[in-house]
């Protein structure tokens, strides 16, 4: 009997290869579409965080239910720099032929998928590199504040961009996929094509 209690399993150590698919069509019924991918930055760290639709039911001096359901997630990301043309491709912002960005009071952010990879730890150094492959189908993000220093004498302050948003359910009720490379029946189509679509719940097709 194979002991998995005891066997060594994989702990996100790393993160990296952020991209952007722009949602182009959420149907009520049938497939949603994207976009192209967009490699967005090199990535310092990311945050998901659930948000819950939480409800408690009280009868005869005590608890008869408590239900607390997963509607969305918040994140956060520090990115090592966002250029004025992702910007524009996440915001909503106006690029013209000069490479300028126009910002304006009528700009409404993109919805789109985030995709990304957790490096995992190994027990021996030997063996290749393996991943956790994460994306959230239907999301936006919010414009980001920006602090420059002065140079001094010190040292150089790199200016990281830090970048929140919300990722809600599709149409289909679909929020959220993951695929760890280390589980004995991961998909080897859906993890080579990570970075190519956004990836969905159920098997490959032929």
């Given at each position: 009997?194979?002991?998995m209690?005891?066997a060594?399993?994989?702990?996100?150590i790393g993160?990296?290869?952020l991209?952007?698919?722009?949602?182009l069509?959420?149907?009520?019924?049938?497939k949603?579409?994207?976009?192209?991918?967009?490699k967005?930055?090199?990535?310092?760290s990311?945050?998901?965080?659930?948000?819950f639709?939480?409800?408690i039911?009280?009868s005869?001096?005590?608890i008869e239910d408590?239900?607390?359901?997963?509607?969305?997630?918040?994140?956060?990301?520090?990115?090592s720099?966002?250029?004025?043309e992702?910007?524009?491709a996440?915001?909503?912002h106006q690029?013209?032929?000069?490479?300028?960005?126009?910002?304006?009071?009528t700009?409404?952010a993109?919805?789109?998928?985030?995709?990304?990879?957790e490096?995992?730890?190994?027990?021996?150094?030997?063996?290749?590199?393996k991943y956790?492959?994460?994306v959230?189908?239907k999301?936006?993000?919010?414009?980001?504040?920006?602090?420059?220093?002065?140079?001094?004498?010190?040292?150089?302050t790199?200016?990281?961009?830090?970048?929140?948003?919300?990722?809600i359910?599709?149409?289909?009720?679909?929020?959220?996929?993951?695929?760890?490379?280390?589980?004995?029946n991961a998909?080897?189509?859906?993890?080579?094509?990570?970075?190519?679509?956004?990836?969905?719940y159920?098997?490959?097709?032929?």
């Open positions: 009997m194979i002991d209690a005891n060594y399993v994989g702990k996100p993160a990296r290869k991209t952007w698919f722009p949602l069509e959420d149907p009520e019924t049938g949603a579409t994207y976009g192209e991918p967009i967005l930055s090199r990535l310092i990311i945050t998901v965080t659930p948000v639709a939480e409800g039911l009280e005869d001096d005590g408590d239900l607390a359901l997963i509607v969305a997630y918040d994140v956060t990301i520090n990115a720099q966002l250029t004025d992702i910007r524009a996440l915001l909503g690029m013209d032929s000069g490479g300028g960005m126009l910002v304006t009071n700009d409404v993109q919805w789109g998928a985030l995709a990304w990879e490096l995992l730890s190994k027990e021996d150094a030997s063996e290749p590199d956790k492959k994460i959230l189908y999301g936006r993000f919010r414009e980001f504040a920006e602090t420059a220093n002065t140079m001094t004498q010190g040292g150089i790199f200016q990281t961009h830090n970048l929140t948003g919300r990722f359910r599709r149409n289909d009720g679909h929020i959220k996929y993951s695929i760890r490379e280390d589980s004995p998909d080897a189509t859906k993890l080579a094509n990570w970075f190519t679509a956004p990836q969905e159920g098997d490959s097709e032929a």
